[in-house]
């Protein structure tokens, strides 16, 4: 009896140490998606944000020294690297608009009668004043001119985006809030001294394509104004290619 016994425990004693060697190799093999790297999550974060291609019109309600005043505009963006903005309204500024073609960047407007090409740096500089820049409403905030760290918070991911020395960037650093699903909460914009410059916050996600879409975004800068952006109509994986983004688009010739 005794015998049989003891054959019981070491067969148990066996079985456990097989099905504990299954549970660490599955840990093992699932480590990797468990912990990404701050690179790939700032990779999935662009990628729920900005998508191979998009468009939609983007309301932007400006409050500047206590007046408000109510633009919008219809964008283009193709990766990183192309985006074409038309302002739709107010009347006075229809028509008018930015092309981003790599680093270099164009403004027309009906009333100069032709294109002018801005320096690089107007890329992040705020686009009435206050509120999202050409940049931002491009949805290239997330670009790859920036060396990543990361660390786990509550429900998500915090990054710290330090731009490289030689990228066309006027921050000193973007602090980035994502979910554990990668959507995009809060972006804090500083200057080269370390200051705030502008917070964004970032809600009413819907999913479009796929993709998961902040609609509505509140940025607040230092000064105390205030912009409300919404995005609306949006399309994600146009069939867009770098053809599309021309002057004479811009100009309203195509």
């Known amino acids: ?16 140490a097989a099905v504990f060697s299954l549970v660490v190799a599955g840990l093992a093999a699932q480590s990797p998606e468990a912990t990404p790297t701050a690179t790939e ?3 999935r974060a662009r990628g729920a944000w900005q998508g191979d291609s998009f468009h939609a019109v983007v309301s932007l309600e400006v409050t500047l ?28 500024d229809a028509g008018s608009g930015y092309l981003q073609i790599g680093d270099k960047l164009w403004y027309y407007s009906p009333l100069a009668g032709g294109s002018i090409e801005l320096p690089s740096m107007a890329i992040g500089d705020t686009l009435f004043g206050s509120g999202p820049s050409i940049e931002d409403l491009a949805l290239g905030t997330l670009s790859e001119d920036y060396d990543v760290t990361a660390e786990a ?17 006027v921050y000193g650093k973007l602090e980035l809030t994502v979910t554990s699903d990668y959507a995009i909460e809060r972006i804090v914009t500083y200057d080269q001294r370390g200051g705030v410059l502008r917070t964004a916050t970032f809600s009413e996600v819907v999913e479009v394509d796929g993709q998961k879409l902040p609609t509505r975004i509140v940025v607040e800068d230092a000064s105390g104004n205030r912009t409300i952006q919404r995005i609306a109509n949006a399309e994600y994986n146009l069939n867009l290619d770098p053809s599309f983004f021309t002057l004479e688009r811009l100009e309203g010739a195509e």
């Not at 633009?71 to 309204?89: F, I, K, P």
């Not at 918070?153 to 960037?169: K, N, R, S």
């Open 153 to 169: 918070i509550e429900g998500g991911y915090l990054l710290t985006l330090v731009p490289h020395p030689d990228a066309p960037v």
């Open 1 to 16: 009896m005794r015998i049989r016994t003891a054959r019981r425990r070491t067969a148990v004693l066996a079985l456990l």
């Open 41 to 43: 999550i700032l990779d």
């Open 65 to 92: 020294a206590g007046q408000t005043k109510v633009h919008v505009l219809e964008v283009w963006t193709l990766g990183s690297d192309y985006a074409l903005l038309r302002v739709l309204e107010p009347k006075d």
